[in-house]
């Protein structure tokens, strides 16, 4: 009976608790992009950066309030930042729309031709940011660390397994959550929200029943630049910050929403666990979960590692081409919002 | 073939853009940057094929780019018997296993009509025959990789000169591209992007990790070159004849005879990085040409017409009898193929595989931006773009850095702006490459050489 908790802790502490903040990480960039795609129907390839972006913005007030000794005491002083950060990524989004996308949605270009013209917006938001933070890796996380250390864990119940849970894990769940919550109330039960659905819908019948274009654009960016800052900011205070990983965090996001169908808000979420969760425990070896549950006869000698974890990227893309195969329009047939 | 007076411009100005860097910076670095130059323009022409003529996008081109050096890799470099002895048969015996599996599951395909026991019967026996096929790969790996890890570790290669493998990275890209084709050609554009992007990624990643193969991020370095080395021209009596009868003017015009040979020495050292460099720039100039040349060929040949009639409809084309699926397969992989050659080029012009500096930024994307600043559908206009956009690459360094100490004139040498600004040169680079691409495409979408229209 010990053993068999003590694997479930194993489990709970490596796979589960893990794939979910970083679920919900990609979960909140995937939702992005698909909102990008079902309003503005173009693939975002700057969302990456646009989420750098954020998290910059935060990290440099961060830096400011800690200078000031303004802090939130056991929180991180990051979600004190974390509102300037959001105006400022939602900025960034508007202006990069009215100066760069507007021009060709008028002109009713080809998706393509948007997806190389975001590739430009890509180049430029990265250099902007290497010019302000340059490249180095930083760590912004203060407050406390732990809610619970894997040694407190064992005292406290008595097994050979600790799990820990760090504080910017918890914080990324419920904001996920909050977050979420949020969007999809949004979507559902305000004007707005519906005026966007239908818009997704269909842009002509959208047009004809008097919905305002530029209105429906303008709350997507504002809602696309929330969730790509809040992504970005709880991806650096989970992990660490540097502005290479975010350009390559966008094939996992992508993957995510185009696994749960993209253009599906729902299936954007679903996609960003579902490729977490891959990622992790395809990569992860299980050799301590199986020395708990077998007896000690038929104790695996290897590491029983499906993949070595210098394939965890690959992961996500082999699960999107497995999923375009069998089931192209992605779990959830998506296009509408 | 004949030009236009704007394309004799374009290529004016890509030639006097040498010619003064050559007088300024000097001619070496002028020769270095022409290489490369050459190099992007060949991927350029590549990506350019699927993309200009058919309409077929490829963000693959890192994927295909690192397969071409892993070519080079492979037939260059001289074979490492013991690491054969060590886990030849152990991936003899994977391999076979694998083709076997290949082979059930084909079977199973065709057989079993009912679509869930396919399923079923497929997965079971992917998953029971790669586990079998782990064990014996992972040992033989492994044998491989404890083989002399400090300088071997990995099988080694065939031991041919190095530019056969020109060819042979074309194969190897062609295959890749091949399969990825067939898996993903069907899908809408802006999926196919992201798809060939990902899976470019993946094979960076096997070729980083899979050291048996190519060393993975230990790289291969001191692969053979086609061309004389430096020090063995400087000992040659031909190579010294030469540079004498070259500067005879200029060294008769010295008496004392230790000064000269003191000049003589300099031009000698200088001129052999010069004729090194200029060999590799002939070289990879006659590639560029004959893939020019055939690449026109083909764009004006009837399959290029049938091309551009599936690029501008393709249900008018299908309607017309065309068969869209194979013909788009078939451009993929002949522009797959052509990077692979460029791939080659590059790691035989290094002279090192290094599979960790394959990077989507520096190698999809800035190509993309060459083919659609040079023109796309326009193999001048690749051409053309390879070369700017390159020289723009390298050149925006010291220009940002000359622009900065203008602009900062009035800020004393240690103001913490100014210094900030100068540690951040190198980043000015993506910003113009970013600026170009917006512009271009908002101004002149079709390129600053655009495709002609023909009416035939």
């Known amino acids: ?337 | 073939m004949k030009f236009e007076r704007y394309e004799w411009l374009a290529i004016t100005i890509m030639i006097s853009l040498f010619i003064f860097v050559g007088f300024i910076q000097g001619w070496s670095v002028s020769l270095v940057i022409l290489n490369m130059c050459i190099i992007s323009a060949i991927m350029t022409m590549g990506v350019n094929i699927s993309w200009g003529y058919a309409g077929v996008i490829n963000f693959g081109v890192m994927g295909f780019l690192a397969m071409g050096g892993l070519a080079a890799v492979l037939v260059s470099y001289p074979p490492i018997a013991e690491s054969w002895q060590a886990g030849g048969r152990g991936l003899g015996i994977s391999f076979a296993l694998f083709i076997a599996l290949v082979i059930a599951v084909m079977y199973i395909n065709k057989t079993v009509i009912q679509k869930r026991n396919r399923y079923i019967l497929n997965s079971l026996i992917i998953f029971f025959g790669i586990l079998i096929i782990r064990h014996f790969y992972l040992n033989a790996t492994h044998n491989i990789e404890d083989v002399n890890p400090a300088i071997a570790g990995f099988l080694g290669g065939l031991g041919l000169p190095i530019i056969f493998s020109w060819i042979v990275g074309g194969l190897f890209a062609a295959g890749v591209a091949f399969v990825i084709g067939k898996i993903a050609l069907g899908l809408r554009s802006d999926y196919l992007a992201i798809v060939t992007l990902g899976i470019s990624e993946i094979v960076v990643s096997v070729l980083k990790h899979e050291e048996w193969l190519s060393r993975g991020v230990k790289n291969v370095i001191g692969l053979k070159r086609p061309v004389p080395y430096e020090i063995d021209l400087q000992n040659a009596d031909w190579f010294i004849n030469f540079v004498t009868y070259l500067n005879s003017s200029k060294l008769n015009n010295i008496i004392d005879v230790s000064d000269r040979q003191q000049v003589l020495n300099n031009l000698i050292i200088d001129g052999s990085g010069i004729f090194v460099k200029l060999s590799y720039a002939i070289l990879f100039l006659i590639v560029m040409l004959i893939i020019f040349y055939f690449a026109n060929k083909a764009q004006l040949s009837p399959w290029g017409r049938m091309m551009r009639a599936i690029r501008d409809n393709e249900t008018a084309a299908n309607a017309m009898g065309k068969d869209v699926v194979k013909q788009h397969l078939i451009i993929f992989v002949i522009g797959a193929a052509i990077v692979g050659v460029a791939g080659a080029m590059l790691v035989t012009l290094d002279g090192l595989f290094t599979p960790s500096g394959y990077r989507p930024l520096r190698f999809t994307f800035i190509i993309w931006i060459m083919v659609i600043v040079g023109g796309s559908g326009n193999n001048l206009g690749a051409i053309f773009g390879g070369f700017v956009i390159w020289f723009s690459w390298i050149e925006a360094a010291p220009i940002t850095t000359f622009i900065i100490n203008q602009l900062t004139i009035g800020l004393e040498p240690t103001n913490a702006l100014k210094l900030h600004l100068l540690d951040s040169v190198p980043y000015f680079r993506y910003l113009f490459m970013g600026l170009i691409l917006l512009l271009i495409l908002r101004y002149r979408p079709k390129g600053i050489i655009p495709e002609k229209v023909r009416h035939s």
């Open chain 1, 1 to 337: 009976m010990i053993d068999f908790l003590n694997s479930i802790i194993v489990l709970l502490n490596f796979i589960i608790i893990p794939g979910i903040s970083y679920g919900s990480q990609l979960a909140l960039g995937a939702l992005g992009v698909t909102f990008v795609y079902a309003i503005l129907r173009f693939a975002n390839f700057a969302h990456g950066e646009i989420m750098s972006f954020g998290a910059m913005i935060t990290i440099l007030f961060t830096w400011f309030f800690q200078s000031q000794n303004i802090g939130l005491g056991i929180l991180p002083t990051a979600l004190l930042a974390l509102p300037i950060g959001i105006i400022a990524t939602i900025i960034l989004c508007i202006i990069s729309d009215k100066f760069v996308f507007q021009y060709y949605r008028y002109q009713k270009s080809v998706p393509v031709v948007l997806a190389m013209v975001s590739i430009g917006v890509m180049f430029v938001i990265n250099a902007i940011i290497r010019i302000i933070i340059g490249t180095e890796t930083i760590k912004f996380s203060d407050g406390q660390k732990f809610i619970m250390k894997a040694k407190q864990f064992k005292v406290m119940t008595g097994l050979n397994e600790g799990l820990a849970l760090k504080s910017s894990q918890v914080i990324t769940i419920l904001i996920t959550i909050l977050l979420l919550t949020f969007t999809f109330w949004f979507l559902q039960k305000t004007k707005t929200g519906k005026s966007m659905r239908a818009f997704s819908d269909n842009e002509d019948l959208a047009l004809l029943s008097g919905i305002n274009p530029d209105r429906v654009v303008f709350t997507t960016w504002i809602i696309v630049g929330v969730l790509a800052c809040v992504a970005g900011t709880l991806y650096g205070l989970d992990k660490s910050y540097k502005p290479i990983i975010y350009l390559n965090l966008v094939l996992p996001i992508f993957a995510s929403a185009i696994v749960g169908g993209i253009g599906s808000p729902f299936g954007a979420v679903v996609g960003g666990y579902v490729i977490a969760f891959s990622e992790i425990m395809v990569t992860y070896a299980y050799k301590k979960f199986f020395v708990y549950l077998l007896p000690s006869s038929v104790e695996p000698t290897g590491l029983v590692q499906l993949l070595s974890t210098d394939y965890k990227f690959a992961v996500s893309f082999s699960i999107l081409v497995i999923v375009l195969l069998i089931r192209p329009s992605g779990i959830f047939k998506g296009r509408v919002l």
